[in-house]
């Protein structure tokens, strides 16, 4: 077995990784499981190209390729943009959809549903703006560098690798040592009980939404960055995302990342040994075994 | 002219009517038991594959072509959705409400796979012809086959009503009702939550299986493009548009969506250039998910919806 597949599996899983602690901040806070994240994924793709296509168009000079990356300034800055438009798509989402419905007190299967039509929804309004047609952020082509122990990778492959880890230091960070991290857990442990402790569980509320919208916009650009954009790309990622989310135990962004790795690592390992075409059932499979086993996952709290 | 008219609405209504199913089974799975199923696509598909390979003529270059009889398909189609749908539901319901959404999400994924790539039994992605179609001695006097397959559609759709009509009303449906609106209640009383919604899941399955091989037999060809997830969209529009928990709603938005996504389609390919065709199929969809979340927020009930259950009148009397 070539032992490049250690590579691909990483890099594929720390983009899974980094989607699925979106989903398991706001499955832990909301209390749903949001279909419409993965879209977060495509949109966050699609605004971190159009602003550094707008960035490129006002400044020629910040398209010219950094040394050893394939894209120049405009990308990082889009990124940081697009991260807040993202996060703001997700702040208007809720506020027009998911608080109405919260409000009314319905069944969190309602709240389901109308993620599953946001999805559909957002998803086709992508394809309507942008086409169907493959868009990349840059033309340029990467040589990849050799790592020794016959392992391979672009710079680009690497430089989000270290991206990842930096986001998820801070994310968790975040989520142990500041006040808001100490309301998010609160307000996941017991809501009723937090918002009596003088906790503002709306404001907690809009940060996780903005979080996870931000994570999912980072996870898109870099999947686009390194593959492809296309409209589809968020939902393609999903089932992963929630194998990834479920597997780690809902709740946990360690268990999140950690099993966003597994599950990448274990797709590249059955495209070498079964078939590149198989690839996308191996998260369902990681689901069925995760659900016969331990449904609180790794490191979830039992149920 | 007013004839071909005539065989034109046999088949549209014959098509609306497949649908019919499709929203019958959903309704027995979430209007009548709140069990969210995302898969539609996949449950249809098993039916139509599974019923496709029992009775197609032996092929050379696939394997199965059993050539058995029509009705034997539909039966086999039935059984093999409906034991999906039975693994589905029992790894998931006893866990979160939304878990099952994930996993139906997920066999929707792998059944779509499983038919691009097992190509000795599914054809890949040219999938499969030749499916025996039923009253095919009338094939050449087309307004008589289409209204032979008319009658044969609403003749299925009709007897699915009065039993699926009679299970609701019968102590199951009653139960399935009591577990849905109120479970510790329904335990108390001694009844296993668990177990009846395994039930519901299971033989709302097995009718989406049913729904497919019907539709695969009155076609005559299968592929995989047909069980895409826009499928599962487009029954749910018709299940919430149509009212969930009321079957007559159910048959009536599946002929009212699809109709409007016919005559949408229609109005896209004759007023859109071809070259702008897919995006305005694209904003079609959007459509679909606007009004979807729409309905949720403006009319949860839908155009019919259920009679005044238990929890309505109970919420009513709140101040």
């Not at chain 2, 927020?297 to 009679?307: S, V, Y």
Request: net charge positive; with cysteine.
């Amino acid at each position: 077995m070539n032992p490049q597949f250690i590579m691909d599996g990483l890099v594929a899983g720390a983009m899974i990784g980094l989607g699925a602690i979106g989903v398991t901040l706001t499955y832990s806070i909301l209390r749903f499981a949001n279909f419409a994240h993965g879209e977060f994924l495509s949109w966050g793709a699609y605004l971190a190209l159009a602003v550094s296509g707008a960035l490129g168009f006002l400044a020629t000079g910040l398209t010219r390729p950094i040394a050893p990356f394939s894209f120049g300034w405009s990308l990082p800055l889009a990124l940081v943009i697009a991260i807040f438009l993202t996060g703001l798509l997700a702040l208007v989402l809720d506020a027009v959809l998911f608080a109405r419905l919260r409000s009314r007190g319905s069944a969190v299967i309602i709240l389901v549903m109308a993620s599953f039509g946001a999805s559909l929804a957002l998803r086709s309004l992508l394809e309507f703006l942008f086409t169907s047609k493959p868009a990349y952020y840059t033309k340029a082509l990467q040589i990849a560098v050799r790592l020794g122990g016959g392992l391979r990778a672009t710079p680009d492959q690497l430089l989000s690798l270290g991206v990842t880890v930096v986001v998820v230091v801070v994310i968790h960070l975040l989520l142990t040592r500041t006040e808001i991290g100490r309301s998010m857990r609160a307000v996941s442990e017991n809501p009723a009980l937090a918002g009596i402790a003088g906790i503002d569980v709306r404001r907690v509320i809009r940060f996780v939404w903005f979080i996870g919208a931000g994570l999912a916009c980072i996870a898109g650009t870099m999947t686009g960055l390194l593959v492809q954009i296309r409209p589809y790309l968020g939902h393609d990622l999903l089932l992963p995302l929630f194998s990834a989310a479920i597997l780690g135990g809902i709740g946990s962004v360690p268990g999140a990342m950690i099993a966003g790795l597994i599950v990448g690592l274990s797709e590249a390992g059955a495209v070498q040994l079964v078939g590149a075409e198989w690839r996308s059932a191996v998260s369902f499979v990681i689901l069925v075994l995760v659900l016969l086993l331990r449904p609180r996952g790794l490191f979830g709290r039992p149920a | 002219m007013s004839l071909d008219l005539i065989s034109y609405a046999a088949f549209f209504l014959t098509m609306a009517l497949t649908y019919a199913v499709m929203c019958l089974g959903l309704n027995i799975q979430w209007g009548q038991t709140g069990l969210f199923n995302v898969g539609i696509a996949a449950f249809v598909a098993i039916g139509a594959y599974a019923s496709a390979i029992l009775t197609t003529p032996d092929a050379p270059d696939r394997l199965g072509g059993f050539d058995l009889p029509i009705a034997i398909g539909w039966l086999g189609g039935a059984l093999a959705a409906g034991l999906a749908a039975w693994f589905v539901g029992a790894l998931t319901i006893r866990l979160r409400a939304d878990y099952l959404a994930i996993a139906t999400f997920g066999v929707a994924v792998s059944v779509q796979l499983c038919v691009l790539n097992i190509q000795p039994l599914t054809g890949g992605a040219f999938g499969i012809g030749f499916i025996p179609r039923p009253f095919n001695s009338l094939a050449g006097d087309p307004l008589a086959f289409g209204l032979a397959n008319l009658a044969l559609m609403a003749g299925l759709v009709l007897g699915l009503y009065l039993a699926l009509q009679h299970l609701a009303k019968s102590p199951w449906g009653r139960v399935l009702r009591a577990i849905r609106e109120d479970e510790v209640a329904a335990q108390a009383l001694g009844k296993r939550p668990v177990r009846f919604r395994l039930q519901a899941f299971t033989i709302g399955g097995a009718i989406m299986g049913l729904a497919g091989a019907a539709q695969g037999h009155f076609i005559g060809f299968i592929a995989p493009d047909n069980y895409l997830p826009i499928l599962t969209f487009q029954v749910w529009a018709m299940l919430i548009v149509g009212g969930s928990g009321n079957n007559r709603g159910a048959i009536i938005g599946a002929i009212l969506v699809w109709g409007i996504w016919a005559l949408s389609a229609a109005a896209v390919s004759a007023c859109v250039p071809p070259e702008q065709q897919a995006r305005a199929a694209a904003l079609q969809i959007v459509m679909i998910g606007v009004g979807l979340c729409l309905i949720l927020l403006l009319r949860p009930r839908g155009l019919i919806g259920e009679r005044r259950s238990l929890l309505s009148t109970r919420k009513s009397h709140k101040p």
